[in-house]
């Protein structure tokens, strides 16, 4: 048995999210159908963070195990025949039995863009969340590092089924920043995970604070801000501890 790694790149436009639901179209359903079938049984496949309906990734990782011998070079070009063109399987790596793109992670990055010109072009329409009115971008931009640190960010997570746990929602941001490009701003993100919609709200709380909505905020608020649109957020890249794996790739 294959411990199998992959980096992956896909629209999030499409889908339902990464996580499988019934009768939608996710990410991980595409991914698990082809592969069962490849391997003649049910292959689970295993995300570093499940993005929500709408959200895009640059460089998703996920696992799996197969028993199937097939080059890893051929692997990769088997799943990429098979996807719709919104998903690309962009590498293939072996890895040691136990790893888990989650649980191993030690940061993720993730990169937010704002429009703020009058007009959208409509083919950047599906990948932007367009704001063309009023804002204090430095004020944003000065916001932006009250995120950075360990904080409990209870208040900028959505409800989840998995909160009757009663799991810890501390996390540490490491970087937090904003910046100005050609017509856009940009925030990019990192951090040791993230909880469900918290970089979406964090959007919104800079934009309450660049509407002067947040003046002279020195600590993380008691509440966010609404959320912002899933589809101007992509999950830009996933890190973990150097690690010496089989000298194979595809």
């Excluded at 698990?32 to 895009?56: F, N, Q, Y």
């Excluded at 970089?199 to 002067?212: F, Q, S």
């Excluded at 959320?227 to 690690?243: M, Q, R, S």
Aim: glycine share 10%; with cysteine.
């Amino acid at each position: 048995m294959r411990r199998i790694r992959i980096h992956l790149a896909y629209d999030g436009g499409p889908f339902h999210g990464w996580q499988v639901q019934p009768g939608l179209p996710t990410i991980q359903g595409l991914l698990e159908e082809i592969l069962s079938g490849m391997e003649g049984h049910p292959v689970h496949v295993a995300a570093s963070g499940r993005t929500d309906a709408g959200v895009h990734a640059l460089a998703q990782v996920a696992a799996f195990s197969l028993e199937n011998p097939i080059p890893l070079t051929n692997l990769r070009l088997a799943l990429n025949r098979l996807l719709p063109p919104t998903i690309r399987v962009l590498s293939t790596q072996e890895v040691h039995a136990h790893f888990h793109p989650r649980f191993d992670a030690v940061s993720k990055t993730y990169e937010y863009r704002i429009v703020r010109g009058e007009i959208c072009s409509p083919f950047e329409w599906p990948y932007v969340y367009h704001h063309p009115y009023p804002l204090d971008e430095e004020r944003m931009a000065g916001f932006a590092r009250v995120f950075q640190g360990e904080h409990d960010f209870r208040a900028f997570a959505a409800s989840d089924p998995k909160d009757s746990e009663g799991k810890s929602k501390v996390r540490t941001v490491f970087s937090s920043v904003l910046e100005r490009g050609e017509g856009r701003l940009i925030y990019r993100v990192r951090g040791s995970g993230f909880l469900k919609h918290m970089v979406r709200n964090m959007v919104g709380t800079l934009i309450e604070a660049g509407r002067g909505n947040l003046p002279g905020v020195t600590a993380l608020p008691e509440r966010s801000g609404a959320t912002a649109p899933a589809k101007g957020l992509f999950l830009l890249n996933v890190e973990y501890p150097a690690v010496e794996y089989p000298d194979a790739g595809g």
